[in-house]
Nanobody
């Protein structure tokens, strides 16, 4: 059973950057497509970005040009580099294995990491 552990969340001011990490164990990252999702209080969980097993990235429109997803297969880690953070980006961020880039496509979830964007 694959396990995912997120890290890197924290409190930042608007306009600042954060890099989230998703460490994958119990499987070889090469074979997995991984998604980053987020859920803000009172809102539904939504997809932020995915990296397919061939490395192809996908982004939701509101983060294009600000967020970059990358994968280090040798170290079984997926990253989400976030720049120009906005208050609307504040949420708990989760990584997950996916068979398609959507909440419905998730196979296994991580426990989440909190991102707070506030002045």
């Amino acid at each position: 059973q694959v396990q995912l552990v997120e890290s890197g969340g924290g409190l930042v001011q608007p306009g600042e950057s954060l890099r989230l990490s998703c460490a994958v164990s119990g499987g070889t990252l090469n074979y997995y497509s991984i998604g980053w999702f987020r859920q803000a209080p009172g809102k539904e969980r939504e997809v932020v970005s995915c990296t397919y097993s061939d490395g192809t990235p996908h982004y939701r429109d509101t983060v294009k040009g600000r967020f970059t997803i990358s994968r280090d297969n040798a170290n079984n880690t997926v990253y989400l580099q976030m720049h120009s953070l906005k208050p609307d980006d504040a949420a708990i961020y989760y990584c997950a294995t996916v068979d398609r880039c959507s909440v419905e496509g998730v196979d296994s979830w991580g426990q989440g990491t909190q991102v707070t964007v506030s002045s």
